[in-house]
């Protein structure tokens, strides 16, 4: 019986110790947060830099189409 205890003991001091190691704090819920609003920010901020780069090789692609034809004509 006695081992039984001990053994019991010994699993919710384990259990006790993972649990706590699951708790996020509000500092590291704030850091995380903070993390994901900087990564969002820079995945926008790359996204407008692809559109506009694909808006200038369409107007360079248009022009130089427009080009071609005039010299064709």
Not at 17 to 44: I, W
């Amino acid at each position: 019986m006695t081992i039984t205890q001990e053994k019991n003991a010994s699993l919710k001091a384990t259990a006790d110790k993972y649990q706590a190691d699951l708790v996020v704090t509000p500092q590291m819920s704030a850091a995380l947060n903070g993390q994901l609003e900087t990564l969002n920010f820079q995945f926008q901020c790359q996204r407008d830099s692809d559109k506009v780069i694909a808006q200038v090789d369409l107007t360079v692609a248009q022009a130089t189409n427009a080009a071609t034809g005039e010299l064709e004509g």
